[in-house]
Structure formats: C-alpha cells, structure tokens
C-alpha cells in the first residue's frame, strides 16, 4: 500500500523505517547538494563480514535514529520546495559524497561514479570523430553484452546490425528458464549504467525479471529494428584488401546472410554451450532428459522420479524449486558446493524502501553504486593466496576464517542429519569454485524424505534410471543435467579465420587469450565481450566489464577514424606481457590453485575465464586502447 507513505509526517516516518541509510545520506546531499547531512559518525564501515554484509552499513541504532531524522528533515525542506530536480554539485563536492560511502578515493575515481550513477554528461563523449561513409559493425548475439555494444555504437553514430540465434534478446535469460531461475548477484549491478531498472522488486531477481528488463531495455532504445533474430553466425573470413570481415549467418530457413563489415563484436557471452555428461549408454534411457539450460516445460514433474546431475549454481537452484512436488529426488553429486547464507535471497524489497526509490531522484542510483562499491574490491581479500599459508582446504589465515565459518554453519545446519554434513562438506578452498547463495531453501530441500543425494560417480544410464561405479541402480523417469557449459569453448560453433588465413580455434586450442580479454593478435577489428579472463568470481560487476568492453570498443574507433586508419590489432608482445601478469595474479587466488576443477579454468588447468586483478584495473585499460600495445594502419 504505498498511500501509507508520503513527503511528510508520519508517512514518510514509515517510508523512512523501510530505508537502507548509507546510501540515502549520499543521494540527499547529491539531490539538495547539501553536504551537512554527511555527518562524519553517520558514515557506513566495512560492511563485507566473513558472511554477508552488515545491515545498515553496520550503524548501532542510535545512529541509525540520528540518520533517520536527519533525512527527514532535508526531505521535507526539499518536499516544501516543490521538489526541485537535482543539479549535480561541482565536481570536487561530489568526490566529498563519494568519500562518505566509498571512503578514501582519489579525483580518479570520478569518472567511475559518473559513469556507475548514469550521470552521462559529465564523462568524455565517446563519439568518434565523423564515420567513413559505408561502415558497417557486426555484433553477434543480443544478451546483456551484445545490447550493450549496440547501445554504445547506436550512441557513437556508428551503424550496425545485430546477429541473434534466438527469437529474442536476453541471451542467457532467454535460454534458462528452469524452475528456480534468479540472480544471485544484486539485481540493481546487474542492470546498465545507462538504464538502471526502475521497480525492482527483488534483492535478486528471478530469471523472468531479469528477462523483461533486458527485453524492456532494447524496446526502449528501439534496438530490435536491427537485430536479426533467428540468425547463427557461422563464420567471419578476414579480406585483407577490404580490409573487412567477410560474416555468414545461417537463418531458420536455412538461407545464408553474408556480409562485409569493418569491425566484429563478439558478445556471445561464456555460458551458453550446455555440455552433457559422457555417460555410457545415455540412448537407451527410456524416460525424457535436458539440460538445465535447454529445459522442457512440456513434462510435468509432479509425481515422476527425478535425477539430477550436477549441484553447480543452475541444478542448485532446480533441486530447491522442484524437490517439493517431484516423487522422488535422486541428486548425483561430484562435488559440494560452498554456500554463502543469504536471508534476503529470496526477500521482495522492501515497500518503503520501494516508494522511496521511486519519489526521491537519485536514491535509488545511489543505492546500485553502493552495492556495486562494495562489490569493487568485494571479497577478493578472502581469496588470495598467501604463499606462506599450508593449512590443506585454504589458501590464507583470512580464507581459513571463512572456511571455518561456513563450516560452522553447516554443522549447525545439518545437525539433525550427520549423514548430509559429511556429504555436503567441502574439502576445497573457498572461492575455488563458484560460491552459491542460500537462503536455507537448500538445506531443507535436501532433507526432505524423498530427496536422496548420492556421491558414487554415476556411470552408466539404464533404460529405466542411472547405475554408479558400485554398481548401485537409482531408477528414475526424468534426468537432468545441470552439468554446465564449455565455457573455455569460446566462440564455439563459428569458424574465424584472420590475417593469412589464421584460424582462432587452432591458434587458441584449449588456452583462449586476448588482450584485456577483448583483442588478439591477426584477427584485426574482431572484439571480444566476455571473452577470455573477463568473468568475475569475488569482486566487480560483470555489467560494469562488459559497458567497459563495449566503451574500449568505441574508444579504439575513434582513434582510427581521428588518425584515418582503418584496422588495429594488438602487438604480441602486449599480449605475452598481459598474460605474464594476469597469469601470475590467477595463481595468487583461490580459484587458480591446482587440484581443483571448475568451469574457470581450460582442460590444461589454466584459469581462462576469471579476471583475477582489480575492478579498478580493468576499468582504467578499458579507458582507451594504449597505441604502442596496437599495430594499427
Ligand atoms: P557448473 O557450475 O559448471 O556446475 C556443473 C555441475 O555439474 C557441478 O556440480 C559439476 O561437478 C557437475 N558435473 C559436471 N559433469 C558431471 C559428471 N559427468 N558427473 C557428475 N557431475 C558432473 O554449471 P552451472 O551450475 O550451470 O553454472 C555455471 C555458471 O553459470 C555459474 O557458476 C554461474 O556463473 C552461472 N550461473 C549463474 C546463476 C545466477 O546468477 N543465479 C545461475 C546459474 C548459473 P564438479 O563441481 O565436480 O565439476
């Protein structure tokens, strides 16, 4: 009911009881530029805990009162003013708002709290110098990264057309819609700089909303006119004398598209290859079976036996969602996952807190940039390797603490039930594989009656269930792989061949590398989005890299348009010298460490796919291409 709520009194009193304060005070003196509010006691801590974060910014309650009076009072002046628009402060009193929240940063972070607020006007145009008549762009797929390109060539006056394999955009969200589907990383980061959501409902929004806001955000924009949807690209021949990329696309009906373009953006994205178990005689499996990522929603499961392979992020979510109504639930586990309790996983925000994000300008963008700035160094600290450190299971005193307290959760979780405490118990480091978020859903689904969770290797299908390597049979009538991707795989499926005839798949084999993950040497004008070493694990915001990509895309056009060049690509030496260091850093964290398997890393054990270094690193490189790291002409 929000006419409980208003501008004034004791409705804003209630709105106010409902508010998340450390970003409140920053977005009332930014919107009144104001800076009294920001009283030094009032400043939120260090509120990343060894689990979760601290409520409030970890303020006592006293101050939380204070901060509550304080907002009232400045909300209700602004309210008596007739709600002016906000103009934003100069630039150095913007830095002050900043420091209150982000403590203490340079003047060089404030392109970064431009860009993560929206405030576009006060960044450098990325507009290139005029386009050569006739260019063309290619953008490969219409998922969160490929939507971002087309935003930022549509903005840059570059012309494009968009290639997308399904019949509409969202990628992934398009792609998983099994039962449980969510974010489990906040919402409010996974939205564009350029267009942060408006009304979310969630912390962590279910897949479907996660999917209307992509779909609203290329309506909005008027995207969908040029992207052709139905349409796989196969392959892209590089034509030195163009010079140009040559793409081919097949569509539904089987007809090819071929067309000639200067550049090439990939955003095809790492997880959206669904990779099977090799299980021996999977074809006489007599009942249906899917992916998770490719699920059938024409069987019901109610009532049926039910296998699930896999307890990674996607059969986590499954297994929490259809263990209630299946008969029966037999989990195939290989490996436990580390679970990070979330109580507010599957929380709806809440409904002050809501209004407030839709009557107060600004609020809400600066309650996205709070939750991105903690993600910023985020729990990288609780990842890295001390060389010094030997206790088996982690990689440092400070990993050690987060094992040991997660380790006391599950003891207190699983203590009626012994058996699960041992199953469930991981003997890896965490970070070493993808954290999972649960809010005890987890837990108790594993301990219903009709749940069974089974760490044999499974082997073999039979025509009625699956067999382990004890020989053990687990009849079942439905199997499912939440089994994962072939990340590592990258742009699998189409053919590249650059300068002299060099074929991307053989130059990579297993060991995908590019420069800054985006560029690689003889395959001119091709850019990568989520390419090599671009996935995030502890720290950043994987909308942030993939906006930071597309920027770094636009930027390298405008040098070549404002130089009268035409192509570039990166020396390797560059190449070699970024790998040396991205390379050292991975094995300096817990998800490089040997001994452990995950979709992070290639089958020769190399992390191929985690960005191992700051967010603030990888955001200065993106800033525009370095020319003596480029050959260009
Ligand atoms: P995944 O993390 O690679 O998990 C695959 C699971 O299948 C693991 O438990 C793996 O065991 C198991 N497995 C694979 N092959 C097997 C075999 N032959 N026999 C038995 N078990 C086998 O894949 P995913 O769960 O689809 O998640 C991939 C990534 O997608 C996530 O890490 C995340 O980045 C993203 N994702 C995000 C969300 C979200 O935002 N909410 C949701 C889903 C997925 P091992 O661990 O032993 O290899």
Known sequence: MTDEYALRGAGLRRALADAELAPLLPALAHLTDDLS???????????????????QGGLGQADQDRARRLAEVVITRWADAGCPPPVHPAPERLLEIMRFLAGPVGPGQLPLLYHQLGIREELEPAVPAPVPDGFLAVII?????????????????????????????????????????????????????????????DYYSPGPAVRRYL????????????????????????????????????????????????????????????????????????????????WNHDVPLAGKRVAVIGTGASAFQVIGQIAPEVEQLTIFQRTPPWVMPTPNYARKLKPGLRWLFRVLPLYQQWYRFNQFWINVEGRRRFAIVDPDWHRPGSVSPRNAELRDALLARLAETYADRPDLLEKMTPDYPPYAKRMLRDDGAWAAALKQDNVEVVTEKVTEAYPGGLRTADGAEYPAD????????????????????????????????????????????????????????TNLVVNGSIVLFSEAEVEFVVSCLKYLFEHGLRALEPTEAALAEFY???????????????????????????????WPLSTVEFWEMTRAPDPSRFRMW
Request: some cysteine; proline content about 6%; overall charge negative.
């Open 580 to 610: 040396h260091r991205v390379d050292a850093a991975s094995a300096r964290m817990a998800f490089g460490v040997p001994g452990v398997s995950s979709w992070y890393k290639s089958p020769s054990g190399r992390v191929t796919q985690n």
């Open 37 to 55: 509010i920001l009283e030094p006691g009032l400043r939120p801590g260090d509120v990343s805990q060894l689990i979760g974060q601290a409520p």
């Open 141 to 201: 797929g219409a998922g969160m990264s490929g939507l971002a390109a087309a935003h930022h060539l549509r903005q840059a006056g570059v012309p494009f057309v968009v290639f997308e394999r399904n019949d509409d955009v969202g990628g992934v969200w398009l792609e998983n819609t099994y039962p449980g589907v969510r974010l489990d990383t906040s919402n409010f980061c996974y939205s564009y700089s350029y267009a942060q959501g408006e009304g979310w409902d």
């Open 215 to 294: 779909q609203k955000v290329a309506s909005d924009e008027g995207l969908r006119d040029e992207i052709r949807f139905g349409h796989e690209v196969n392959s892209l021949t590089f034509d030195e004398a163009g010079p140009a990329w040559v793409v081919e696309a097949t569509g539904r009906d089987g007809a090819t598209t071929t067309l000639r373009a200067n550049v090439v953006i990939s955003a095809v994205g790492q997880l959206n290859n669904p990779r099977y178990p090799d299980l021996h005689g999977l074809d006489v499996f007599e009942g249906p079976s899917w992916h998770t990522a490719r």
């Open 478 to 533: 439905v199997l499912i792989f939440g089994t994962g991707f072939a990340a590592s795989d990258f742009l699998r499926g189409i053919s590249v061949r650059g300068r002299g005839g060099a074929d991307l798949h053989e130059r990579w084999g297993d060991d995908a590398r590019a420069l800054g993950g985006i560029t690689v040497p003889d395959f001119p004008n091709l850019f990568l989005l989520y390419g090599p070493n």
